[in-house]
């Protein structure tokens, strides 16, 4: 059973601009593995890396499908039967959640881990187009029937549950079958499982081992030998010398999910880990020895590249303690929440059962603050270990706590991990080759100095239990002056006084918990320590308080005696007392309690928290008949790190630290049916209070165009709100007026500072089947609300409010399907969000499209394929940003050839950009005959940079970043593509520049640098053919990169190839303003390729050759 530190709200994170996908698409149909049309190496982003990392598919545990560009935009397909669902969204800290309102219930009821939402985290993870799974742990001991796609692939007796993987073309019968739809899995134990995601955590010595005193202890006799450490992380290279023959046992776990994973440490974390533990030393003569050098190894792969799967860490634990381990080193790591996740339980079960000591990285989150240590070093048994420098200073990446939910004491001991030298492996990305040593800092770094500590006094005591090991190593750890216990713990980790210790405290720490405010009624809480010798002699024990915090400690602590006398074999108790009620500042105290003799020293971490100023304030919820509303998701958020969320019943209370809170509340009415969002802006509590958030206050949200045949394709409401410190937070209701209602409200008064908002809408008249599939027009409209929210929108358009776009989609691949989204933003805004709705349909396709409402429009195309290969997008291209006139009417084309590069956008995401030293190159090769910068599926590419004529970086790739000296050089960047397609087969393209050095604020992005595309846009039918003609004229875009200051070009050149580019013919060509104009011959049947030149006064040129550009009808 998992287990919560607190009961209360659970923390999330937050949403972002939002497009809503309907029509005939089907669900994702995309691979079990990670498959890509160019394989690259792993990226930080998740267990595998995606090929161009423009865009990603995600689908959800629902079965409902997102795409989710760089650029923010997203769009949501529904899954099968799921119309009538409506989607919250929410956004802070960088993080993107999306919750169907009939998941809200199942996470209410604690059976969902909110990770399945988080689809910034799912990208992370690896968990989008990737694969073709969803990796999950369930409770469900037996698996469910086949259809649901849910397969069981390990057994994880640590958390009486099993790993499994779900198949994204099945989830919507998994789904049905978690929420009990279906009921043929009523009995199921599917129907009562718990899912948790099945995440990813990150993997997290000639000074530093001395530093803890390890040559000592080998003097001593102790080396580790005969104990058996547990490294769980990358992999270990025991082909290194220092590592030679250590290795005694080795399993990889990832092996199970990606077969050509072998267990190789391909990264260099593990094999460093390893040899700080366990090091020889032996390439470096001894130097770089490992602090129990004698230990043995059991090497378990439970890391990639990219990270840890959470379901290969939990098997690594238990092979680990089955292979009879004395400890684990854990140098890894995530988030930590007040449940009790997987990884925390199976610590504390595995120690209990194993008597196995895990000793784990407390985390790299220092900058983030307090309540920053991570899981699983958050469980109660693991010994949490914080990094220090070799001048024993703390590190400032350390993370800090206390512990989430319950305040209690976190990290617990210190460690060197701050430019630790160790071997690293022969062929890890993070080695430099041929060097045998890395320099690596971290808290991963102190963990295995920490490890081999316990390994020495492993080898010391075989039979002392991992209560007594740690309490041992806490109780010798060195106080750390003017650093608080919630940083370093007990102090730095100290073996040679370990060794000798002979006085211990039962419990290593004493946490006092959260004492909440007003203090002026506190009760004083004792808690007793106990103290324990096994030395042959009493010990009297000087006691002292070494106490941190906001402010002077002052009487916040106090002891019972100043002195306490241990008996030899003996125990011996005091009281250590913290009272809140003492006049000095809110905030978290913590430090250590030592206990000095002649020759002795003890250390006991303590800690509390004492309450900031704060208030119990109640939410009630009500519905539109006046009953309470027990089917609502309600969000709080202050503007910094904390943000509650309610799932619960009609009426909830919550404790709020003084301060203002953005409120926010998505109410549905089953009855009705009916979707509401309130906001509540600006919430000050500075006392107890209620809040009532009462759909009776808000308006109908109805939008209207006048063709009567037209059904809603969705209703999208979105909010904003900037907080005075510069943060934001973001909320989006996605709704459709023809299935249920929607309501909308502002609780309060407006103008609001730093609030905005807008309603999207999208209408359509239904295509030849009936559905909205092909539908022949589009009515997209918005309307912005700077410092305000509706309360309700009434909005009835008229043919002359609207401006008329006449769309051609042109076939290029057949068989796919298509969407196109078309993004509004506020006229003076270009940088902010947006919102969008298409419909899906199947070229070639006239469309006509109408606009409404006060906003700017930029267009996205997107061509599909659900196949195995691409696993849900082939190819994107994306308008210029424009304002419409109502009345007017206009020709648009989209997706014709050719297919080549293509500049465009606002220049606020340069394709080839500079800022400072920093070159970045990722040109859009394939955009289509009008100029639309785009991308597409390709089976090859490589680029390549040049400076002053000498090759400077290469990759398997069309992104590049590259650290280039300050000086003004002549670059030139090349790119080669190929593909397998109908048009553009192969796609060559370089630009030569001048750069040097650009001033800039990263916060503004980089400089666009001085570069020109060439476009070319023959005449061709609806399907993409051109008819035969002695000589067509074909016009030429030449667009240079925007807000670039390129020069226009004062000459271009172009040839063409009817042999695949064998042989090339020069055609006249002609300037004509803007657009250039290229005499090409088309003959019958033929497949024209082109080859272009061209240049400005300053240097600039560009060289672009394109086979199979184009073809000719027979």
């Given amino acids: 059973m998992l287990r919560n530190r607190r009961e209360g709200g659970r923390v999330l994170a937050a949403a972002f601009a939002l497009a809503v996908l309907v029509g ?46 760089d650029s923010g935009r997203i769009s949501i397909l529904r899954g099968a039967g799921r119309d009538h669902i409506t989607f919250a969204s929410y956004r802070s800290k960088g993080h993107l959640h999306v919750i169907p309102s009939d998941a809200r219930p199942m996470l209410a009821a604690g059976r969902l881990d909110s990770r399945l939402f988080d689809v910034t985290a799912l990208i992370q993870f690896g968990y989008d187009e990737r694969r073709g799974d969803l990796p999950v742990i369930v409770t469900a001991k037996s698996a469910p029937p086949a259809d649901t796609g849910l397969k069981l692939t390990r057994t994880l007796t640590a958390v009486h549950g099993s ?36 995440g990813v955590r990150k993997p997290t010595l000639d000074v530093s081992v001395p530093l803890i005193g390890a040559p000592t202890v080998w003097q001593a006799g102790y080396t580790g030998a005969g104990v058996k450490v547990a490294v769980l992380d990358t992999g270990v290279d025991d082909t290194h010398p220092d590592l030679a023959g250590k290795v005694i046992a080795r399993q990889n776990f990832a092996a199970a999910d990606y077969p050509d994973e072998d267990d190789r440490d391909h990264v260099g974390h593990g094999t460093h880990v390893a040899s700080t533990i366990a090091g020889s030393g032996a390439a470096s003569g001894g130097r770089y020895k490992g ?37 684990v080193n854990l140098s890894l790591g995530g988030p930590d929440t007040p449940d009790v996740d997987p990884l925390e339980q199976a610590v504390d079960d595995l120690t209990a059962q194993y008597g196995v000591l895990f000793v784990i990285a407390a985390g790299n989150d220092g900058e983030f603050g307090d309540r920053t240590v991570g899981s699983p070093a958050s469980a109660d048994a693991a010994l949490a270990v914080a990094a220090t420098s070799k001048t024993d200073e703390l590190a400032s990446f350390s993370s800090r706590g206390p512990r989430v939910g319950d305040a209690a004491v976190k990290p617990e001991i210190s460690a060197p991990g701050v430019d630790i030298v160790a ?3 022969s062929i890890g990305f993070l080695c430099t080759p041929g060097e045998p040593y890395a320099t690596l800092s971290g808290t991963s770094m102190a963990t295995p100095h920490t490890v081999g500590s316990a390994a020495l006094l492993v080898q010391q005591h075989p039979q002392w239990t991992p209560a007594q090991l740690k309490a041992t190593l806490m109780a010798s750890a060195k106080p750390l002056a003017g650093i608080a216990a919630f940083g370093q713990g007990a102090g730095r980790v100290d073996v040679a006084r370990a060794i000798g210790q002979t006085i211990t405290a039962d419990a290593p720490s004493v946490s006092f918990g959260l004492a909440s405010w007003p203090h002026g009624d506190d009760s004083p809480v004792a808690k007793t320590v106990t103290f324990h010798n096994s030395g042959a002699s009493e010990v009297t024990l000087s006691l002292a308080l070494h106490t941190t915090g906001p402010g002077e400690a002052g009487s916040l602590f106090s002891l019972s005696a100043p002195t306490v006398t241990v008996p030899a074999a003996g125990s011996a108790s005091v009281t250590l007392t913290a009272d809140t009620r003492a006049d000095v500042p809110d905030g978290f105290y913590s430090g250590q309690l030592v206990g000095t003799a002649s020759g002795v020293s003890v250390s006991v971490p303590y800690g509390v928290e004492k309450e900031i100023e704060s208030y119990d304030v109640t939410f009630e919820h009500v519905s539109r008949d006046g009953t309470p509303n027990d089917t609502h998701l309600t969000i709080l958020s202050d503007g910094g790190m904390s943000q509650y969320v309610l799932f619960g019943g009609g009426s909830e209370t919550v404790r709020l630290p003084k301060g203002q ?7 549905d009415d089953l009855d009705e049916p009916s979707t509401t969002m309130l906001i509540r802006p600006e919430l000050v509590v500075d006392g107890p209070g209620k809040v009532v958030l009462d759909t009776r206050t808000a308006r109908p949200v109805r939008t209207k165009v006048p063709d009567p045949a037209a059904i809603n394709v969705g209703t999208i409401l979105d909010a904003e709100y900037l907080f005075p410190n510069g943060s934001t937070a973001g909320f989006g209701l996605i ?40 539908a022949p027009s589009m009515y997209n409209l918005a309307w912005f609300y700077p410092k305000t929210f509706p309360t309700g929108v009434d909005k009835e358009l008229t043919k002359r409010d609207l401006a008329v776009v006449k769309t051609t989609y042109h076939q290029h691949t057949t068989g ?57 997008q082939w190819a994107t291209l994306t308008g210029a940003r424009r304002v419409l006139k109502p009345g007017r009417t206009t020709a648009e084309s989209w997706n014709a050839p050719v297919f080549g590069p293509a500049f465009g956008g606002d220049g606020r995401f340069p394709s080839i950009g500079r800022l400072g030293d920093e070159l970045i190159v990722s040109p859009p090769l394939l955009g289509d005959g009008a100029g639309h910068p785009g991308y597409s599926a390709y089976s090859s590419v490589r680029t390549t940079l040049y400076r002053d004529g000498v090759k400077i970086a290469e990759a398997d790739d069309t992104y590049l970043d590259v650290e280039v000296p300050p000086e003004a050089a002549t670059y030139r960047v090349v790119s080669e593509l190929t593909r397998d397609a109908r048009f553009s087969t192969k796609v060559t393209a370089s630009w030569t520049f001048r750069s040097k050095h650009v001033d800039g604020d990263p916060e503004a ?51 063409y190839s009817t042999d695949g580019g064998k042989t090339w013919k020069p055609v006249l060509v002609v300037p004509a303003g803007p657009t250039w104009y290229a005499f090409v011959p088309q003959r019958a049947g033929s497949t024209i390729s082109l080859r272009a030149q061209g240049g400005d006064a300053t240097g600039v040129v560009v060289e672009q050759t394109i086979l199979g550009a184009y073809q000719v009808k027979k």
């Fill in 24 to 69: 005939g698409v089907p669900a994702a149909a995309v691979p079990s593995g990670p498959v890509s049309a160019n394989p690259t190496a792993t990226t930080d982003g998740g267990i595998r890396a995606t090929p161009d990392g423009r865009a990603h598919t995600v689908t959800l545990i629902t079965g409902d499908v997102l795409r989710v560009a």
């Fill in 163 to 198: 790993a499994g993987k779900a198949d994204k073309r099945s989830l919507g019968k998994l789904w049905k079958g978690l929420t009990g739809v279906d009921r043929r899995l009523a009995a199921q134990p599917l129907a009562t499982a718990k899912v948790w995601l099945d």
């Fill in 291 to 327: 602090v129990a050098p004698d230990a043995q190894l059991l090497n378990g792969k439970v890391c990639v590249e990219g990270g840890c799967a959470e379901s290969w860490i939990l098997a690594g634990m238990q092979w680990a303690a089955e292979q009879g381990a004395d400890v």
């Fill in 423 to 425: 071997a690293c492996s």
């Fill in 661 to 667: 809170y953005f409120v926010n509340s998505w109410l």
């Fill in 735 to 774: 709704g459709d007026e023809g299935i249920g209602k929607i309501y909308s409200g502002l609780i309060g008064s407006s103008p609001v500072q730093g609030l905005s908002s807008s309603v999207v809408s999208a209408w359509a008249p239904p295509g030849p089947d009936g559905t909205l599939f092909n």
């Fill in 816 to 872: 796919l399907e298509s969407v196109a989204f078309s993004h509004p933003t506020p006229v003076d805004d270009p940088l902010a969000g947006s919102w969008a709705m298409g419909i899906s349909f199947r070229t070639p396709l006239q469309r006509t499209l109408y606009y409404g409402g006060d906003a700017a429009w930029q267009e996205e195309y997107q061509e599909q394929d659900w196949s195995d290969e691409t696993g849900g």
């Fill in 1005 to 1055: 992005g980089f400089a666009p640098v001085p570069v020109t595309s060439v476009s070319f846009g023959p005449e061709v039918d609806a399907t993409g053919l051109a008819s035969p003609a002695p000589v067509a004229m074909v016009p030429i875009t030449v667009a240079g990169q925007p807000n670039s200051g390129v020069a226009p070009l004062r000459k271009l050149t172009v040839d």
